[in-house]
Antibody, heavy 122, light 111 residues
């Protein structure tokens, strides 16, 4: 069973860069055909898609975050990374790493990490 | 304001049936894109419930079922149990935004 575990900077000041990693176990990040996504949930609000990396390596980002976000895969460490620059209080959320078998227009999010909280405050 | 609209809350007694709606537009559900459903109990990882409108992954009880028609989709839960309490989200693709969108979530309370 695929397992995902997020970790990273939990408290940031405005304008800093958020950096999270997601360790993948129970399967190879390179095999299996999974695509890898990041989803977030601000306090008291619903889920928001941040972006994803196709199994081919192509990345797609939420247009509202595209200028600030970078997703990458480190195959040697079997982990994913998320970087979000110039954070504001609006980026305060629980961030989830998720895996699924995706096409360009359909991505059932099958395996979720536990999530890691990030707070942006001066 | 979420692209997909869900009722904020639904409730039902143990053993009853509830339906959670997810209303979109011609840019997403109405364009034929698949709808997926998730259950989220606060403090725990979200759980994948329904794939591609009406397919249950292994391990999901057959009390959960999905459907889609026109610009809307629905999640039905029969034989309500207390452990079904939580927040439920629908998800689809939006061609105008060119990305995935979620509903705002529906809180299910089992009375």
């Amino acid at each position: 069973q695929l397992q995902l575990q997020e970790s990273g900077s939990g408290l940031l000041k405005p304008s800093q860069t958020l950096s999270l990693t997601c360790a993948v176990s129970g399967g190879s990040i390179s095999g299996g055909g999974y695509s890898w996504s990041w989803i977030r949930q601000p306090p008291g609000r619903g889920l928001e898609w941040i972006g994803y990396i196709f199994h081919s390596g192509t990345t797609y980002y939420n247009p509202s975050l595209k200028t600030r976000v970078t997703l990458s895969v480190d195959r040697s460490k079997n982990q994913l990374s998320l970087r979000l620059s110039s954070v504001t209080a609006a980026d305060t959320a629980v961030y989830y790493c998720v895996a699924g078998f995706c096409s360009l227009t359909s991505c059932p999010l099958q395996h979720w990490g536990q999530g890691t909280p990030v707070t942006v405050s001066s | 304001q979420s692209v997909l609209t869900q009722p904020p809350s639904v409730s039902g007694a143990p053993g009853q049936r509830v339906i959670i709606s997810c209303t979109g537009s011609s840019s997403n559900i109405g364009a034929g894109y698949d709808v997926h459903w998730y259950q989220h109990v606060p403090g725990r990882a979200p759980r994948f419930l329904i794939s591609d409108n009406n397919n249950r992954p292994s391990g999901v009880p057959d009390r959960f079922s999905g459907s889609k028609s026109g610009t809307s989709a629905s999640l039905a839960i029969t034989g309500l149990q207390t452990e079904d309490e939580g927040d439920y989200y629908c998800q689809s693709f939006d061609k105008s935004l060119f990305g995935w969108v979620f509903g705002g979530g529906t809180k299910l309370t089992v009375l």
